[in-house]
């Protein structure tokens, strides 16, 4: 483990650690009062970045309008498998455009639906069988 330990590269040198906080939600209402506060300490306890995670379309939209206010914020735009019930072609097509947004992706447990991959069972509703087919890209 020589070399891998806590920041030494292995060839006698520190690497920089930087401190990502990469599954956020600061675009839920519980953060409304005081975000920019969080945001704040963040930076003040060295945190160079944070990913705040949609979980559905309106929390997207939230999540990269946030991005785009504070630069040490980046956007995941994707759909929770939770919620997957609430969505159509429309919200795939809002999705896309809300990820071309600066500082904004694609990603998170979206992918599930994107690649095909049929999430757990609770997360369909009773009956659908093979209606997943038609969400795939």
């Avoid at 006698?12 to 519980?30: F, K, P, Q, Y």
């Avoid at 953060?31 to 945001?39: A, K, L, N, P």
């Avoid at 300490?41 to 206010?69: F, M, N, P, S, Y």
């Avoid at 809002?94 to 069972?121: H, Y």
């Amino acid at each position: 483990c020589r070399g891998n330990d806590r920041g030494n590269n292995g060839r006698g040198r520190r690497r920089a650690v930087i401190m990502i906080d990469s599954h956020a939600h600061l675009e839920l209402t519980e953060f409304d009062s005081d975000r920019e506060e969080v945001i704040a300490r963040a930076r003040e306890a060295g945190v160079e970045a944070i990913v705040t995670i949609g979980i559905d379309l309106e929390d997207c939209r939230k999540a990269v309008e946030i991005a785009g206010k504070y630069d040490m914020v980046y956007a995941a735009v994707g759909i929770h498998p939770h919620e997957v019930n609430a969505i159509d072609r429309q919200t795939y097509e809002r999705m896309r455009e809300l990820a071309a947004a600066p500082r904004s992706s694609l990603m998170e447990k979206s992918a599930w639906i994107f690649s095909g991959i049929v999430p757990p069972a609770r997360t369909r509703s009773a009956g659908s069988g093979n209606s997943w087919n038609w969400r795939k890209t």
